[in-house]
């Protein structure tokens, strides 16, 4: 069978995609930059050449997920009316929370990577601060000024219920008790919208 050739980038989207799977099959930790090589049909010279380890991979795969979320957070702009109450913006988050997809779970590996590796984490503190820097300013199109502290916050929540559902199967739990879930992050909105008014 004639193997198609692949430029530079595309080659390097399909180690990405290759791997991904192996990470979330196997674990980033666990999975070896000979077993990525063999699924991909390269010979390991061939593999360095764009790649040196793992965690290069697991960097480019979060670049890529985050032009995703640029992507999707750009269309939920366009989509936002110039009204819109923290009761909508709570069920906008859960609902971004309880969505299940590869990039999702890719997320979760890199979480638990980047506890552990210097620079994934600032990779990390990165793409948090940009995007808490994103949702204040679409937000604050619709008049509300929510601060660094309360976004940090309901980071932290997104990032613990995405870790959980994927290390403790809890998505079905979270699911049925979405409410509540809406409920806290609301609050933590509405307080904010009062300490800003008080301030």
Same mark, same amino acid.
């Given at each position: 069978m004639t193997r198609i050739r692949l430029n530079a980038k595309n080659r390097k =989207?399909? /180690?990405?995609?290759?791997?991904? =799977?192996?990470? +979330?099959? &196997?674990?980033f930790q666990k999975t070896t930059m000979q077993e990525i090589a063999e699924a991909c049909d390269l010979s390991i010279g061939g593999f360095y050449h764009h790649y040196k380890? $793992? #965690?290069q991979i697991l960097y480019? +795969?979060? +670049?890529r997920g985050d032009e995703i979320r640029k992507q999707q957070l750009s269309l939920f702009k366009n989509d936002l009316p #110039? $009204? /819109? $109450? #923290?009761?909508e913006i709570s069920k906008f988050i859960v609902d971004k929370i309880l969505s299940r997809n590869k990039f999702q779970e890719m997320y979760v590996v890199f979480l638990q990577a980047s506890q552990h590796n210097r620079e994934l984490y600032d990779l990390y503190k990165k793409i948090e601060h940009k995007s808490i820097t994103d949702?204040?300013?679409?937000? &604050?199109?619709?008049?509300y000024e929510f601060s660094d502290a309360s976004w940090k916050y309901i980071t932290d929540i997104i990032n613990t219920l995405l870790v959980g559902q994927q290390i403790l199967n809890t998505h079905n739990t979270f699911e049925q008790n979405r409410l509540f879930i809406e409920k806290c992050i609301d609050n933590i909105l509405t307080q904010d919208i009062k300490g800003h008014k008080h301030g």
């Open positions: =989207e399909r /180690i990405q995609d290759v791997a991904l =799977e192996l990470f +979330l099959a &196997k674990g380890n $793992s #965690t480019d +795969l979060m +670049l #110039t $009204s /819109i $109450s #923290t009761q949702y204040q300013l679409i937000f &604050k199109s619709c008049g």
